[in-house]
């Protein structure tokens, strides 16, 4: 077998190092964004051992499944979390979008718009809370459009 990567022998020297969690989630980010599921998930898994609570994390970890179609029941799970974690309106209504993004990414769309209105009336309790990413989601959602980008 190869040797490991850099920042992955760093990690297994290292556990305990600050500097571990920027490492993993360097990795899990990268390997998300080069659409490998079995990596992003491997190192997500680790960071999230590590970090058990870090409903941000799980949110964007989530946002990135399902903007490059991996990992999708997983990213279901890890958003329905965060969105659990979660104690802050603001942070629940954002997680809520994730979640409703992943949902309509497995092909979900019902699930999705329920999951989306129910962030937008989080957000709709918040004063000054910005909403037109949420009425872009719901409109996505509703005309049943699948997520664009790079196939």
């Known amino acids: ?3 490991p990567e850099p920042v992955e ?12 969690r920027s ?18 998930r491997k190192y997500f898994t680790q960071y999230i051992e590590k970090n058990p609570n870090d409903a941000g994390m799980m949110n964007n970890y989530a946002w990135g499944c399902a903007e490059n179609g991996i990992n999708l029941d997983h990213a279901a799970d890890v958003a329905k979390k965060a ?8 942070d629940k209504a954002s997680f809520l979008d994730t979640y409703a ?16 209105q129910q962030a937008l009336d989080i957000a ?11 009425e872009k ?12 980008g790079p196939q």
């Open 1 to 3: 077998s190869k040797a």
């Open 124 to 134: 709709k309790s918040i004063p000054n809370a910005k909403l037109t990413e949420y």
């Open 23 to 40: 490492a993993l989630y360097t990795l899990w980010r990268s390997y998300t964004k080069a659409k490998d599921g079995e990596h992003a």
């Open 9 to 20: 022998a760093f990690t297994a020297k290292y556990p305990n190092s600050e500097m571990v």
């Open 83 to 90: 969105v659990d974690l979660s104690t802050k309106d603001a």
């Open 101 to 116: 993004t992943v949902e309509f990414a497995k092909g979900n769309t019902d699930k999705a718009i329920a999951l989306e």
């Open 137 to 148: 989601s719901m409109a996505k959602f509703k005309s049943g459009k699948k997520p664009t």
